[in-house]
């Protein structure tokens, strides 16, 4: 089946420790997205890529690095400068282009502090 | 940079009864408008969506409608059923390179049986 898959579904940070979230999507989507959640809240946009080898800071992108070397794959990486980092994480993916397409999310990491 | 605000932030209604989440946009220049449902320890999942150059969209028990004079739009579902039960979000973006969305802080929405 065709979809976004994020893994880990749960994962533990420790402090000053780096933890990387993947983000794999089979849709041949050129547009992928980082959202952070929190509890009660939508959706924050962290990053995004609009193509492979390019992307662009959302709105909370500090302590957050992204990397895009492959069309199917957007890891994000939660680093020690990020100092809440107890959130869900949600990775989306669409096709692309100036023509708002839609965005399909994963199901999601949810990371906790140690 | 755009903002979108929505109400209410709890709905409980009985089922059977209909259900009306409104949200309004403060950027003009937003055309795009989806609406997404998220059920717990999931991701959120599109369920409807308008452009700017329609006024309303029906798919079965679900309509959207968009009045851009006073930027605002709404999410109708009628006929509720308890699996309607979930958390809804609404959305903006504008057509422009990378099509980012700007959330509403989300509705949760409970069908009594």
């Known amino acids: 089946d065709g979809g976004i898959t994020q893994s880990p579904k749960y994962l533990f940070r420790k402090e000053g420790q780096n933890v990387t979230l993947s983000c794999e999507q089979n849709?041949?989507?050129?547009?992928m997205y980082w959202y952070r959640q929190d509890p009660g809240q939508g959706l924050r946009l962290i990053y995004y890529?609009?193509?492979?080898?390019?992307?662009q800071k959302g709105d909370i992108a500090e302590g957050y690095s992204v990397s895009r070397e492959k069309k199917e794959s957007f890891p994000l990486t939660v680093t020690s400068a990020q100092k809440n980092p107890t959130a869900f994480y949600l990775c989306?993916?669409?096709?692309?282009?100036?023509?708002?397409?839609?965005?399909?999310f994963g199901d999601g990491t949810r990371l906790s502090i140690l | 940079g755009e903002n979108v605000e929505q109400h209410p932030s709890t709905l409980s209604v009985q089922e059977g009864d209909s259900a009306v989440i409104k949200c309004t946009y403060s950027?003009?220049?937003?055309?795009?408008f989806p609406w997404y449902k998220q059920e717990l320890g999931k991701g959120p999942q599109l369920i409807i969506d308008?452009?700017?150059?329609?006024g309303e969209k029906k798919d079965q028990r679900i309509a959207v409608t968009l009045n851009k004079t006073a930027k605002h739009f709404s999410l109708h579902i009628t006929e509720t059923q308890p699996e309607d039960s979930a958390v809804y979000f609404c959305?903006?973006?504008?057509?422009?390179?990378?099509?980012?969305?700007?959330f509403g802080g989300g509705t949760r929405v409970l069908v009594k049986p």
């Open positions: 950027d003009s220049a937003s055309n795009y």
């Open positions: 890529s609009q193509i492979v080898n390019d992307f």
């Open positions: 849709l041949n989507h050129d547009a």
């Open positions: 959305a903006a973006s504008q057509n422009v390179a990378g099509n980012k969305l700007t």
């Open positions: 989306a993916s669409s096709i692309g282009g100036l023509n708002n397409q839609p965005q399909h």
């Open positions: 308008i452009r700017s150059n329609v």
